[in-house]
Antibody, heavy 117, light 107 residues
């Protein structure tokens, strides 16, 4: 199993960024997937997840209406579209294979998002 | 939201020590709890799932216990590779939530 996160960078408050996660080594289309973030010096925070076929999506309240999780099963890819970014969204973002009630068993290496003017 | 509280937040220990980390949930989550080890610049690693099930490949010195609202992670004999931050996570209810973390540092 391999997950490779990309797309991070620096952006001004109010800006947008799209993160990607390339999956390999497993049948991507059969798993829920999640995004988890870690702000500098802080703990882990779950951000969003998406069902195998994209029909169900869940978000932490702080990103609802601003972030959109999506996936392309044909390309074995997971995405996080982040709009209206705020300073507090500054974090390293990890994609993770989500086994629902038994947690996240595989993680990407993370991609850093910095929101600053 | 279910709040997860870990204690202690920092733990100073020596190689060979027995280490116990506690995680409490603000409401019952049955056995739907996972533990992770996280080192700086690395991906988090799942150690335990369903409160007490050891992840494949994880050394047997790691163990988890508990149910309902109170859980523990125990390292029976701390090894040099175990100095890291440990997080619990409830997998029961949205939003999924993590504890604040326990940093295990060298005494």
């Amino acid at each position: 199993v391999q997950l490779v996160d990309s797309g991070g960078g620096s952006v001004q408050p109010g800006g947008s960024l799209r993160l990607s996660c390339a999956a390999s080594g497993f049948t991507f289309s059969t798993y829920w997937m999640s995004w988890v973030r870690q702000a500098p010096g802080k703990g882990l925070e779950w951000v969003a997840n998406i069902k195998q076929d994209g029909s169900e999506k869940y978000y932490v309240d702080s990103v609802k209406g601003r972030f959109t999780i999506s996936r392309d099963n044909a390309e074995n890819s997971l995405f996080l579209q982040m709009n209206s970014l705020r300073d507090e969204d500054t974090a390293t973002y990890f994609c993770a294979r989500d086994l629902k009630q038994i947690g996240f068993d595989s993680w990407g290496q993370g991609t850093l998002v910095t929101v600053s003017s | 939201d279910i709040q997860m509280t870990q204690s202690p937040s920092t733990l100073s220990a020596s190689v060979g020590d027995r280490v116990t980390i506690t995680c409490r949930a603000t409401q019952t989550i049955s056995i739907w709890l996972a533990w992770y080890q996280h080192k700086p610049g690395k991906a988090p690693k799942r150690l335990i799932f369903k409160a007490s099930n050891l992840e494949s490949g994880v050394p047997s010195r790691f163990s988890g216990s508990g149910s309902g609202t109170e859980f523990t992670l125990t390292i029976s004999s701390l090894q040099p590779d175990d100095f890291a931050t440990y997080y619990c996570q409830q997998c029961d209810t949205y939003p999924l939530t993590f504890g604040g973390g326990t940093k295990v540092e060298m005494k």
